[in-house]
């Protein structure tokens, strides 16, 4: 009996103390109500706290950087083409007090965040070309690979924005209304950007002519040069060839030039040397000059048969 | 466990009087079991009390205050986690790892509005648990959120060939640096060590003309290595047909003018001679050659100055034998 009374004791004794105590963890904060009317400010530091037990009741709010993913959608940009847009946020809950009047809960804080940032986010795209939500630098110059030198494709669009300046608009746009619910929207990026299907199979069909256009490039290229190497073949041939005739003719011309000097210098050294090679030269020319199917008629007065006519007595000339 | 088994335990009975001890007994081993933590060696403890932070504990056997009071969060620091973008793994660890719709993740516009299909990975730690825990909901799926964003964002601002040839390094490089920064801005108390680049392709649809421009870039190659090879058949060959000539003639040069300087310098031996007794030699070369030459002939007429008048009646066409 004792000891069934010292069991409901503490039993008793426990549920009062969890009916008055209270821990909040580092990740929220906490608002009290009593009766649906919130009391005192909202406890934002973490450990064990104390309240009113059982009419006071615990609301618990969270402290952290929040996430809300947007859902893709289809939406025009300002030049008519469809994308496919998926944005994300980060958010906190700055005001617990009135964003626990307003919304309550995390589900009706996120659709209101989707209905915000969606129609921000809409707007946004439609006032503005595709390219200003896919580019962000505005004075990136794209590398170009020297050696491939593809040439058609190295070119960036031009923006005046950007993406950077696109979310901040968004951002700019959704905080006021947002702050309104005790919300600081923190920022919001467009996660996802795609062509709808319809405008890719247009994308593709572009790509695929670009890269054609390329494609006839280079074999064009592969031509001309070709043909260029076969020019500089025959230029090649032509110079190599006349300059080995030039040479050929300098050298030989040289050598004949110094034979004759060499054979005049010898055969006109004196006017007997002259005699002499007449002479000489006239005997060697006859040596070639009468073959075999030569018929020589001789007369006896020749001074070969002189002597054959009149014997070893020398006539008087 | 001594102090609270009552001596009357195993005595039965009034069962009333036994559910006291079994009560005591669950007490007791749920004390028990709250009151430590194991903590694995890669990985740190997150204490907290009543919900407060304490501190960060090491690896280890971690004794704690029971009942829920203390709690021991296990946060894996020292472990390299990665993030599949556009393509997934099988058989990952990290539940964040694989993405929920890879054939959307991958297409990505380029900043020439042209697309792409780009496959990365981000690799990190969690480098801060206490922020890990703390100060952002879900670090993990934010820093998906961010990897994508950053990625879209540094292709976006890239050609299609930067993307899919020499840009692969620049983008990596500019990536990280992006999702680094986005990562301490939203105090997720994770480091980003890597973003790496894995399969990059232009569209299936516009890939078969991808392929043409290889191939017509190796045609490109073909006629030059054709033309080329047109120009080393022949020109090699006539520069050494040219050197033959020079040397010819050289040769030719060099025969002639020797030939001169012994034509000369046996004339002049024989002019010598010849100085010395003119007549003798002239009539002695005259009547060699007349020698030499006379038996060559086919017929040899000898007429008398007087006998002129037959000549015609010769036959001088008539072959000899």
């Keep these: 009996m004792n000891r069934a009374f010292i069991l409901s004791l503490l039993c008793a004794a426990a549920l009062l103390l969890t009916s008055s105590l209270y821990t909040v963890l580092e990740t929220e904060q906490v608002i009290i109500t ?24 615990v609301n618990r709010i969270e402290k952290r950087i929040l996430r809300w993913d947007g859902p893709s959608a289809d939406m025009p940009t300002e030049d008519k083409l469809y994308i496919d847009v998926d944005t994300f946020a980060r958010w906190r ?11 309550r809960d995390e589900r009706t804080a996120q659709s209101r965040i989707t209905n915000i940032l969606g129609s921000e986010t809409r707007n946004s795209v439609a006032r503005h070309q595709l390219v200003e939500i896919i580019r962000t630098q505005r004075d990136r110059k794209p590398v170009v690979d020297a050696s491939a030198d593809a040439g058609v494709s190295n070119v960036l669009p031009d923006i005046r924005f950007g993406r950077a300046a696109l979310e901040a608009e968004i951002l700019a746009a959704a905080r006021p209304t ?8 923190l920022d919001v990026r467009f996660k996802r950007i795609n062509y709808n299907p319809g405008v890719a199979a247009k994308i593709y069909s ?56 060499i054979y005049a210098a010898a055969y006109g050294q004196t006017p007997e040397a002259r005699e002499f090679y007449t002479f000489t030269r006239s005997l060697e020319t006859y040596r070639t ?29 | 466990m001594k102090n609270i088994t009552p ?31 194991s903590v694995p060696t890669d990985s740190a403890g997150v204490l907290t009390r009543f919900g407060r932070f304490i501190e960060v504990v090491k690896p280890g056997l971690r004794f704690k205050l029971p009942l829920g009071i203390d709690v021991i969060a296990v946060v894996p620091v020292e472990r390299r986690l990665t993030l599949d973008f556009g393509f997934s793994t099988p058989g990952g660890t990290n539940p964040y790892q694989r993405p929920d719709d890879p054939e959307a993740e991958r297409n990505i516009v380029t900043g020439d509005l042209n697309m792409a299909l780009i496959e990365w990975i981000v690799q990190y730690r969690i480098e801060n648990p206490k922020e890990f825990k703390f100060h952002a909901i879900d670090p993990e799926r934010t820093l998906r959120d961010g990897g994508e964003a950053v990625m879209r964002e540094v292709v976006g601002d890239r050609t299609i060939d930067e993307v899919l040839t020499i840009g692969r390094q620049e983008i990596e490089t500019e990536a990280l640096t992006r ?5 301490k801005r939203y105090g997720l108390g994770l480091t980003v060590m890597n973003v790496q680049l894995q399969n990059v392709h232009p569209p299936k649809a516009v890939q078969a003309s991808f392929s043409e421009v290889n191939q017509a870039q190796q045609e490109k190659q073909q006629a030059i290595n054709l033309a080329n090879g047109e120009y080393n058949k022949v020109i090699p060959r006539a520069k050494g047909e040219a050197l033959r000539k020079v040397s010819a003639a050289d040769g030719y040069a060099a025969k002639r003018v020797n030939e001169a300087k012994g034509d000369a310098g046996r004339f002049n031996a024989t002019l010598a001679e010849y100085l010395k007794a003119p007549e003798v030699t002239s009539q002695r070369l005259y009547l060699e050659m007349m020698q030499e030459v006379l038996p060559q002939l086919s017929r040899k007429i000898v007429l008398d ?8 009646l010769l036959q001088l066409d008539q072959k000899t034998k």
Excluded at chain 1, 34 to 54: D, E, N, S, Y
Excluded at chain 1, 93 to 103: C, E, F, H, P, S
Excluded at chain 1, 290 to 317: C, H, I, N, Q
Excluded at chain 2, 21 to 37: E, M, Y
């Design chain 2, 179 to 183: 999702l680094q920064a986005l990562v």
């Design chain 1, 206 to 261: 572009r790509m695929t002519s670009e890269r054609q256009q390329i494609a006839a490039r280079y074999r064009s290229e592969g031509e001309g040069e070709a043909a260029e190497i076969l020019g500089k073949r025959e230029r090649d041939m032509a110079q190599i060839e006349s300059e080995a005739y030039r040479k050929v003719q300098e050298i030989q011309g040289k050598a004949d030039a110094e034979a004759t000097g």
């Design chain 2, 7 to 37: 001596p009357d335990f195993h005595m039965p009975g009034n069962p009333s009087r036994l559910a006291v001890p079994a009560l005591l007994a669950v007490f007791a081993l749920w004390f028990a079991l709250s009151s430590f933590t």
């Design chain 2, 305 to 312: 100055e007087k006998a002129g008048q037959i000549f015609p």
């Design chain 1, 34 to 57: 009593q009766f649906g009317r919130q009391i005192g400010a909202p406890v934002t530091a973490a450990g064990l706290h104390r309240k009113t037990p059982f009419i006071q009741t």
């Design chain 1, 289 to 317: 000059v009468f073959a075999r199917e030569t018929t020589l008629v001789l007369t006896t007065d020749s001074t070969l048969l002189r002597l054959f006519k009149y014997g070893p007595v020398a006539p008087a000339k």
């Design chain 1, 93 to 103: 809950i700055t005001d617990a007090q009135q964003y626990y009047i307003r919304l």
């Design chain 1, 178 to 185: 947002l702050a309104e619910d005790g919300i600081e929207l």
